[in-house]
């Protein structure tokens, strides 16, 4: 029973920064890729970042350099730090856990960025 809850998201100017969090239960959350993906109404879901249980990242382009993922393993805690925000970057952002014996994702319930003025 993995539960993975997210938070953070909120309405913010364009330039503007929020951080999101996701906090994991039911799941050895060291041995865990965490990922955060996105989707706008009428667009694919799209992988924003991942990290790694020993810490790597990878970034879609549309958000290198303004976005930031980040674990705390002590807190069973992955963050999205996010910085710039344009009003592209307007979507329901999504947590999502997967361990490389898994046939399934996890994902939480989504938490809404809006960026708009």
């Known amino acids: 029973q993995v539960q993975l809850v997210e938070s953070g998201g909120g309405l913010v100017q364009p330039g503007g920064s929020l951080r999101l969090s996701c906090t994991a239960s039911?799941?050895?959350?060291?041995?865990?890729?965490m990922h955060w993906y996105r989707q706008a109404p009428g667009k694919e879901r799209e992988l924003v970042a991942r990290?790694?249980?020993?810490?790597?990242?990878n970034y879609a382009d549309s958000v290198k350099g303004r976005f930031t993922i980040s674990r705390d393993n002590a807190k069973n805690t992955v963050y999205l730090q996010m910085n710039s925000l344009k009003p592209e970057d307007t979507a329901v952002y999504y947590c999502?856990?997967?361990?490389?014996?898994?046939?399934?994702?996890?994902w939480g319930q989504g938490t809404q960025v809006t960026v708009s003025s």
């Open positions: 999502v856990a997967n361990q490389p014996s898994w046939n399934y994702d996890s």
């Open positions: 990290i790694s249980g020993v810490g790597g990242t």
């Open positions: 039911g799941i050895i959350f060291s041995l865990t890729a």
